[in-house]
Structures are given as structure tokens and as C-alpha cells.
């Protein structure tokens, strides 16, 4: 029979003279030899020659050489070490995806790759979030169904964190990614932030990264903040991860005050004529002073914060105060309007990316049996003498699995406004209750025997 059905005979078909001969092998070897050496030359540019001769140089044990990553049009210096498959560090530089963060370790793979990224106008996941004015957009990916994914962003994270301990077990996490889409409509990662998916700890952040080429323009805020916006469409109260990193308690700190400033600002002069009132006490030498009924509960359901990072926002604005009244120490808050007010124009004046609620499209998700992470089926042999209880329990699980659903639908069916509109209204309402009260029961404290509460403060 002729080979190739007939295509070709025999001495066509022949492959006898295709077989690589010692000349041919020499030729391939000395070829890779040269090629590795244009490598190191072409796709490693000068670019970074001198700051790998400021570095200090590795123990002989080290393998990871990764001192730079190009990511977009950008050559960013690593911070740490993350562990990369090997053949991947032992270059100074390694070349990453900007839309899927896959990794290469030559420019040539990596156009090849950007040619065919499926990833460059769809990331994964789904879109939460799109603000058109700034061109940025949040989606909502699970770790357990874009595993790579996931993967290669903490990957790139540990570049950049050095508490970043999670690598490969992602499916017990929901990722927030944010893109920047200004340029052509293509997707190009700036940072994002994970969140747990079952935590009885009221986390509501485990790690955030925005990439250095990306800094001080914002975005870590507006991570922070969006984390916050969650929860509160959750009507719950979150709060970070503990412990905090030096760096991470600085942004918090910073952000939980910001966020304090502006419900109260909402306050005092976006519901003046409901909310505020005058207090005539001659003990109190400022006529202009307003009094309202606010609590720390009240702010926290505002900002979407705890109790705790709430007072610790009151004790950086020196809002926090506390008197004595019939021999018990007694608290109360007290802001001075000018400054709230310049606190808040000054936020309003930068030029930084600002969260805008509205543009949320989002309901929490409703986790399986399994909590979200992928576990193997267990086969259940049905008896027979038992039957009577296995409808029992049957009927059990059902109206477990109706009340998450009534639960999930809680808010649309009984109240469809988001939590900060019902807590103020409940503040506007407590406050004109408040109206009815006498002079006397309203005037609880002076000034003269007030003191500003502190951490560690004694009382």
C-alpha cells in the first residue's frame, strides 16, 4: 500500500534524509547558545543595568534573579520576592499580561500572547461597577471559578506586599478587580482586593494592592471606599483585616476619618433646616453652637464602619468628649463646622478618582452548601425504615434554602432604600422627638468641665 493513501510513493514519502545528522545538532546547540545570549541583550534592555548594579548582589543559593517587571508600556521594580516558577526569575525581568496577568519571560511570548488575549476588552468575571467619566470599572470575580486568574494576581501581589501569604488556594475568596479602560476601550489592571467568602469576623477586606504606576492617584482610597459600599449594601458593618500593616493603618486611619467628616458634613449642611436646632444654655458661651441627636451607632451605619474604627475617626477630629454627670462620666460629640467644612473641600478639590454609589449594580451573592469552594460529592444511600424522617429533613432544608431567599430579597421587599437613607431619616426623626424635650433634659454638659477623650486616657 502506498503511504499517504497514494498522495506519495515510496521515494517521496521517504524521510530517511530528514533525520538530523551530529553537524545539524552542533549547528542547533551553538544556535540556542547565541540566542540566549540576543535574550539577555535584546528583551533585558539597559533600561535596568543600573539599578542591578546598585542591588546587592544574591547568596550563591538564591535562583530568584527577578529584580523588574514589564507591565504595559512600563519597566516597575519588584519590591519582594514571590515565588514564580523558576524559569520565570531566573532573568532580572519578566513580562506580564496588563489584561490577564499571565507571565513570559521574553517580549517576544508576550506579543505573541497580547495578539490572542481574550481578556483585552472581557475580563473575567462580572462588571459591578463603570464610571464613564474616569473610565474605570469594577468586576466581581470568584476564586473558584477563574482559578489562574486569581492565581497569577496574587502572584503579582506578593511582588508588592510583603504580608502576602495566599498564592494558590483562591476559591475561598471573591476578588474585586479594577480596570482602567481609557486607552482604546482595552482593559488594563490597576489594582484590586479580596474579600472572604464565609468570615464570622466581619472582615470585609483581606488584602488590597494597587501597582506602583498607579499610586497617588487615588485608586487605594477608592478600593477602601468601595469595600465600605459593599457592606452597606449587605447591611452589614465591616472592617479590614487585622492586624493592619504600618502602611495599611495609615490609609485606614486616614480613610476612616475622611469618611466620619462627610455624613457629618451630610449632617450639618445637607439637613440643616430638619435636622439641627439651636441650644440656649448660658453655660455655653458660643451662641452659634447647634445641638443634634447623633450617636456613634448612627455613624457607623452611615460610613458602613465599626464602633471601634468610628471612635478612633472621632478621636483623631477631637470630636469625642466626655463630662460628668451625677458622679458617672458621660460621652458626647461635638464638631466645629468650619473645620468639616474645609476638610471636606479640600477632599472635593483633588483631582483623585471619587466612588459614586449610584453607579453600583450589585446583590451579595448566595454561597451553596460548600461555602463557595470546590469539595468532592458525597453519595447519600437512601433507607427505606427511615423515609418518614428523610422527608422530615427534607422539608427542613427546604424552608432553610426559602428563608436565604427571603433574606436575600429582604430589603427589596420591605425597604428598597439603600441603609444610609433609612438610618438618616431615623436621625431626622429622633432628633424631632428630641424638639419636644425641655431646656433642662437637653442641656446635659459644659464646656468648663468637658474633656477631649484620648487613647489610653484614664478616667
Known amino acids: ?42 528583551n533585558h534592555r539597559n533600561l535596568i543595568t543600573t539599578n542591578l548594579q546598585s542591588t546587592p548582589q544574591e547568596t550563591p543559593n538564591s535562583k530568584n534573579k527577578l529584580k523588574v517587571i514589564h507591565f504595559d508600556d512600563y519597566e516597575i521594580d519588584t519590591w519582594y520576592k514571590s515565588p514564580y516558577p523558576s524559569q520565570y526569575t531566573s532573568n532580572p525581568i519578566m513580562f506580564i499580561c496588563p489584561h490577564c496577568l499571565s507571565y513570559y519571560d521574553s517580549s517576544f511570548t508576550l506579543n505573541r500572547h497580547l495578539l490572542k488575549c481574550s481578556f483585552n476588552f472581557q475580563p473575567a468575571g462580572r462588571e459591578i461597577y463603570r464610571d464613564e467619566d474616569e473610565k474605570i470599572s469594577v468586576f466581581e470575580i470568584d476564586g473558584r471559578k477563574n482559578v489562574i486568574f486569581c492565581q497569577n494576581l496574587c502572584l503579582l501581589a506578593k511582588l508588592f506586599l510583603n504580608s502576602k501569604t495566599l498564592y494558590y488556594d483562591v476559591e475561598p475568596f471573591m476578588f474585586y478587580v479594577l480596570y482602567d479602560y481609557s486607552n482604546n476601550s482595552s482593559f488594563k489592571f490597576v489594582g484590586y482586593f479580596s474579600k472572604e467568602k464565609l468570615n464570622s469576623t466581619g472582615y470585609n477586606l483581606s488584602c488590597i494592592m494597587t501597582l506602583p504606576i498607579y499610586q497617588r492617584r487615588g485608586f487605594g482610597n477608592f478600593l477602601i471606599d468601595f469595600s465600605y459600599l459593599l457592606s452597606k449594601r449587605e447591611f452589614k458593618l465591616g472592617t479590614p483585616e487585622k492586624p493592619l500593616s504600618d502602611l495599611g493603618l495609615l490609609s485606614y486611619r486616614s480613610y476612616w476619618k475622611l469618611s466620619v ?34 450617636s456613634i451607632d448612627d455613624l457607623s451605619n452611615l460610613t458602613g464602619m465599626l464602633h471601634d474604627d468610628v471612635i478612633v475617626a472621632l478621636e483623631q477630629l477631637n470630636s469625642l468628649i466626655t463630662y460628668e454627670r451625677n458622679s458617672q462620666n458621660k460621652f458626647a460629640l461635638i464638631f466645629s463646622p468650619s473645620l ?46 427511615n423515609a418518614s424522617s428523610d422527608t422530615a429533613s427534607y422539608e427542613g432544608q427546604l424552608m432553610k434554602n426559602v428563608s436565604v431567599i427571603v433574606n436575600f430579597l429582604k430589603d427589596d421587599l420591605e425597604d428598597d432604600r439603600d441603609i444610609e437613607d433609612q438610618f438618616l431619616e431615623k436621625i431626622i426623626q429622633q432628633n424631632s422627638e428630641n424638639n419636644e424635650l425641655t431646656s433642662q433634659e437637653k442641656n446635659e454638659f459644659t464646656f468648663s468641665k468637658a474633656r477631649i477623650t484620648y487613647p489610653g486616657m484614664k478616667f
Open 1 to 42: 500500500e502506498l503511504p499517504y493513501r497514494g498522495l506519495f510513493d515510496f521515494s517521496e514519502a521517504n524521510t530517511f534524509d530528514t533525520y538530523p545528522d551530529p553537524n545539524f545538532k552542533k549547528l542547533f546547540n551553538t544556535l540556542v547558545y547565541k540566542s540566549s545570549l540576543l535574550k539577555n541583550t535584546k
Open 340 to 385: 468639616v467644612k474645609t476638610l471636606y473641600t479640600t477632599w472635593k478639590r483633588k483631582s483623585s478618582v471619587k466612588l459614586n454609589g449610584d453607579y453600583l449594580i450589585w446583590k451579595p451573592i448566595i454561597l451553596g452548601p460548600s461555602g463557595g469552594i470546590n469539595t468532592n460529592s458525597t453519595m447519600v444511600i437512601a433507607d427505606h425504615n
Open 261 to 294: 467628616i462627610r455624613e457629618v458634613y451630610k449632617l450639618l449642611f445637607n439637613n440643616e433646616e430638619q435636622l439641627i436646632f439651636k441650644k440656649t444654655d448660658t453655660d455655653i458661651k458660643d451662641p452659634h453652637l447647634k445641638v443634634f441627636s447623633v
